[in-house]
């Protein structure tokens, strides 16, 4: 079974918020599944599928009766950070298998006022849990790793952030909306070698919702219509420590079949959502997914490729995880507002890409250096 | 107190406590499979590999090289290199360097095994040699 065409994303809602004390974190759901659906021009009635992932306070049973949802079909993968590009492909599925008709996806969280929820350690606990394993020694090792073998730079690095900070200027919730140089980034303090501040993302409270639904309902609605042409899902891990190489991700195995399922190619891109908790995530990305030759994303990103107007590959035009937002430390669901956006022809007309039919979503979720998944999406503007 | 152990015991299971056994002992075990040969880090009852049940446990020199690190310049406990290390029997493996100078790590340096205390079993460091 294909996904082509067959589920149309019909509603989005980021939330404005980037610092909630005073709000719960089932409220950020709420009010992001609120404003998606509002979004869409649907109601709760309407909805008869729910996504979410760990964030969800208690999980999808709770989170589902706090919402008042009557389900026919639920699903709460937990991937980390890409949790919610799985679940858009798994909403795609169970709608064009006929398992739901209207299906919600929902992330919340407060990173920045609370405790980060303590982190699942599985099997390995014993074989890994001492060694503080973190999301900047882990992208860090990565790093390094990418920078032995290919001799990218820690210049060639701050590439990202610095289109990532021209996005930002225009977007009025960035959580940094000051634009950065090269060396702005490099004389930032070293957190993890040899990651500095300014390579890493911004924690922020929020969340965000979308709403995913048949081509019947969708087109029954007053919005721009995007549709889902493509989704893939993957996982990487040491793998018992056999072949152990840090320098790709599971893009390599999530992107192929998405590119396949709505054939197209890196080229035929006009824009690219992809997920950038760290600089070297950006990097090592955009060569897992084909933008580029594997060793060659530092100079790829060095000649300013990702800064909208300027570049071959438009990225990020929100500001992203290094600038704008990262609700709950879980930059998935942004990414793909922000490809709707742009699909829509929504994002700011400073950043907007003219004539923007067809972009791509990809993000990982986990620690990338140690074990994480990945996932990517194709959606096209009808 | 400065003998104070810094680091979490093993919790254990029946899977592994052979493992944690041996380290009490000094000894550095990793796991083998009979049935394809291949080794595999950390230790598990069916190959990862191959699916066989056939694994055994084998005594590591617990020598090999860095693959790659990362130093985390600050955190509640001061700051610490992660790493992982490429065993001279071929597994790679997840670890922090300790005893050396945290700055003068590099990619390809030879490194070995040492254990640290804990309330329970002790756990694998690696430190540079030579
Ligand atoms: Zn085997």
């Given at each position: 079974m294909t996904i082509k065409n067959k589920?149309?994303?019909?509603?989005?809602?980021?939330?404005?918020?980037?610092?909630?004390?005073?709000?719960?974190?089932?409220?950020?759901?709420?009010?992001?599944?609120?404003?998606?659906?509002?979004?869409a021009g649907l109601t709760k009635a309407d909805v008869d599928g729910y996504f979410c992932a760990g964030d969800a306070p208690g999980g999808v049973m709770p989170m589902a009766d706090y919402l008042g949802l009557k389900l026919r079909h639920l699903d709460s993968t937990e991937t980390g950070g890409c949790s919610y590009i799985i679940a858009l492909g798994h909403a795609a599925e169970a709608i064009a298998a006929g398992k739901c008709s209207v299906a919600l996806i929902t992330l919340a969280g407060k990173p920045r006022t609370g405790p980060m929820p303590p982190r699942a350690f599985g099997p390995e606990v014993d074989f890994e849990a001492a060694y503080g394993a973190t999301t900047h020694n882990a992208y860090g090792m990565c790093a390094m790793r990418h920078m032995h073998e290919f001799g990218t730079t820690s210049e060639q690095l701050a590439w990202v952030k610095v289109a990532a900070s021209h996005h930002a200027q225009y977007n009025p919730h960035a959580m940094l909306r000051d634009v950065v140089t090269v060396e702005d980034v490099i004389n930032s303090p070293m957190i993890s070698d040899p990651l500095h501040r300014l390579d890493c993302c911004v924690v922020s409270d929020g969340g965000g919702a979308l709403v995913v639904t048949t081509p019947e309902i969708a087109k029954s609605l007053k919005?721009?219509?995007?549709?889902?042409?493509?989704?893939?899902?993957?996982?990487?891990?040491?793998?018992?420590?056999?072949?152990?190489?840090?320098?790709?991700?599971?893009?390599?195995?999530?992107?192929?079949?998405?590119?396949?399922?709505?054939?197209?190619?890196?080229?035929?891109?006009?824009?690219?959502?992809?997920?950038?908790?760290?600089?070297?995530?950006?990097?090592?990305?955009?060569?897992?997914?084909?933008?580029?030759?594997?060793?060659?994303?530092?100079?790829?990103?060095?000649?300013?490729?990702?800064?909208?107007?300027?570049?071959?590959?438009?990225?990020?035009?929100?500001?992203?995880?290094?600038?704008?937002?990262?609700?709950i430390n879980r930059g998935g669901i942004t990414k793909i507002i922000e490809a709707v956006r742009q699909l829509r022809g929504e994002a700011h007309p400073k950043v907007q890409v003219p004539n923007c039919d067809l972009a791509l979503v990809h993000g990982t979720g986990g620690l990338l250096g140690v074990r994480h998944a990945a996932s990517t999406a194709i959606l096209e503007r009808v | 107190m400065t003998d104070k152990p810094k680091y979490p015991a093993p919790v254990g299971n029946p899977e592994t406590?052979?493992?944690?056994?041996?380290?009490?002992?000094?000894?550095?075990?990793?796991?083998?499979?009979?049935?394809?040969?291949?080794?595999?880090?950390?230790?598990?009852?069916?190959?990862?590999?191959?699916?066989?049940?056939?694994?055994?446990?084998?005594?590591?020199?617990?020598?090999?090289?860095?693959?790659?690190?990362?130093?985390?310049?600050?955190?509640?406990?001061?700051?610490?290199?992660?790493?992982?290390?490429?065993?001279?029997?071929?597994?790679?493996l997840l670890t922090n360097f300790v005893d050396c100078d945290l700055t003068a790590l590099k990619i390809g340096q030879r490194v070995k095994v040492v254990f640290k205390p804990t309330d329970g079993a002790p756990l694998p460091f690696f430190t540079p040699v030579g």
């Open positions: 589920a149309y994303i019909a509603g989005i809602y980021e939330h404005p918020t980037r610092h909630a004390p005073d709000k719960s974190t089932a409220q950020l759901h709420a009010e992001c599944a609120k404003g998606a659906l509002e979004d919005r721009p219509l995007v549709r889902m042409t493509g989704h893939g899902e993957s996982l990487k891990g040491p793998n018992g420590g056999r072949k152990l190489d840090l320098t790709y991700s599971a893009g390599v195995w999530s992107g192929p079949p998405a590119f396949a399922e709505a054939g197209v190619t890196p080229k035929d891109i006009k824009y690219a959502s992809i997920y950038d908790s760290f600089t070297i995530t950006v990097v090592v990305q955009l060569e897992d997914l084909g933008f580029c030759a594997k060793g060659d994303g530092g100079k790829f990103v060095a000649d300013g490729n990702l800064i909208s107007g300027v570049g071959k590959l438009p990225w990020n035009t929100d500001g992203g995880g290094l600038c704008n937002n990262h609700p | 406590a052979h493992f944690w056994d041996a380290a009490k002992q000094g000894k550095f075990l990793i796991k083998r499979c009979t049935a394809c040969r291949e080794p595999h880090y950390f230790p598990r009852s069916i190959c990862p590999v191959c699916f066989s049940d056939q694994t055994v446990w084998e005594e590591s020199k617990g020598e090999g090289v860095i693959y790659s690190y990362s130093l985390m310049r600050k955190s509640p406990t001061g700051p610490y290199a992660i790493g992982y290390v490429t065993l001279d029997e071929g597994p790679s």
